[in-house]
């Protein structure tokens, strides 16, 4: 869903794809499991087009 609200302000002129975004505590992990962790420092910033590059689910192979 948030990938979804950002493409939709991207669209619109909302947000530029080279905004910077702050990483704060609550948006770089939440829960107990690593997956749902970012692979950004703590309160580093990244740009919109970045952190939006790695949200997106890589398909996995079926092999």
């Not at 997956?35 to 950004?40: A, F, G, K, V, W």
């Amino acid at each position: 869903m948030t990938s979804f609200l950002v493409e939709q302000a991207l669209r619109s002129g909302k947000l530029k794809k080279e905004d910077l975004v702050s990483v704060s505590e609550y948006a770089w992990c939440r829960g107990s499991s690593t997956e749902s962790c970012m692979y950004l420092p703590l309160n580093s910033q990244a740009t919109v087009i970045d952190i939006l590059r790695c949200s997106t689910p890589i398909p996995r192979s079926t092999d």
